[in-house]
């Protein structure tokens, strides 16, 4: 049978969520296989089908019989959803990529043939796949680096992209004290010092919904929000990573103590990212947070956001953002050589 590959992801599972960094990195796998020669079917979920441009088929109307590969791109390789998927298609050879693996342990893992993870315990992080078509699609941005004064009149827009509770890292999270501590540092903005240089804050959600108007329809949306920031403010790590594809300064948080996939991106992109987890970690009493516990992560976040909005953080998001059309190119090499010869990379 001639391989024909089967795309899922996190937009693919009903109960899954879709982001703007699961589609661009699906776009960006499916690129791939089909420049190489590969028969490809992205397989959605009942909303995302109705995305504009979407294309593809619903997953649940996918024949596992009519594949030789499935092929699961992007998110963390955990839970329910992703063993069910991978044993509904047992016929076809499963190779994940992209992915998040935070336990070797983790039976999910057991389900997939190959897995060609972005990070991983005791691997070296490489840069995630939504990079890559994220850049393309910004390409008609002008970041080049501008000097301190240039900000738009009325100061910078902060875009702020934050992440749910990740479920994921278990007991390492910390996203509720992070994210209180982050809210209150946002809202001081308006009267504090640095306010002057502040000129708005912009909720910007990477969760896709076709069904409303209140979220974007497409990654393309996520990007042209982004792009219009002169910082994004992020939890997340697709946060991260599509601000540097277009070229924005992002002030990256990692809410999980020890270090989760923030940090992972950060090291693959040599970009700082503000340990808020670690720096919270035991200052968090029966869920509530203890007086004085943050003093530390709003200095972080101070000199980060300062960091960000003068010319060492606009050089170095155009230096990215020129990087990005390369991001996860040695995955994606070993991806298609495992599907075009039938073997592991």
């Known amino acids: 049978m001639t391989q024909r590959v089967l795309l899922v992801g996190w937009s693919s599972v009903v109960h899954g969520e879709a982001t703007a960094g699961d589609v661009l990195s699906m776009r960006a796998v499916e690129g791939a296989l089909r420049a190489a020669g590969v028969a490809v079917d992205l397989a959605w979920s009942p909303v995302m089908a109705a995305a504009p441009g979407a294309g593809g088929l619903e997953l649940g109307s996918a024949d596992p019989g009519g ?3 499935l092929v699961w791109a992007c998110g963390p390789l955990h839970g329910r959803s992703v063993q069910e998927v991978a044993q509904r298609f047992t016929g076809c050879r499963r190779i994940a990529v992209g992915v998040s693996v935070v336990d070797d342990a983790d039976p999910a893992l057991a389900a997939w043939d190959l897995v060609l993870p972005r990070d991983a315990p005791g691997a070296a992080p490489v840069r995630d796949l939504a990079a890559g078509p994220a850049a393309v699609l910004t390409s008609g941005w002008d970041r080049s680096p501008s000097a301190p004064g240039d900000e738009p009149r009325g100061g ?3 875009g702020v992209c934050l992440a749910p509770g990740q479920a994921e890292y278990g007991a390492r999270r910390r996203h509720d004290a992070v994210g209180e501590h982050l809210g209150e540092w946002l809202a001081s903005l308006s009267t504090s010092s640095t306010a002057e240089r502040v000129g708005a804050r912009l909720a910007v959600d990477t969760r896709l919904d076709p069904r409303g108007w209140r979220d974007p329809h497409t990654a393309a949306e996520v990007l042209v929000a982004m792009g219009r920031c002169e910082v994004v403010v992020t939890s997340r790590l697709h946060g991260l ?26 090291e693959a992109w040599g970009w700082p990212v503000v340990p808020a987890g670690d720096l919270l970690d035991g200052a968090v009493t029966g869920g509530a ?5 943050g003093a530390a992560l709003r200095e972080a976040l101070d000199r980060g956001l300062a960091w960000c909005l003068g010319p060492k953080g606009r050089t170095a998001a155009a230096r990215a953002a020129a990087q ?16 075009v010869g039938g073997h592991a990379a």
């Open 156 to 158: 910078p827009v902060l």
């Open 67 to 69: 594949y030789t590969h």
């Open 289 to 293: 947070v203890t007086g004085g516990a």
């Open 324 to 339: 990005a059309p390369h991001a996860g190119a040695d995955q994606l090499d070993a991806l298609v050589t495992a599907v």
């Open 241 to 266: 990573v599509l601000a540097l594809a277009a070229g924005v300064p992002a002030l990256a948080l990692d809410p999980v103590a020890g270090g989760g996939k923030v940090s992972a991106q950060g």
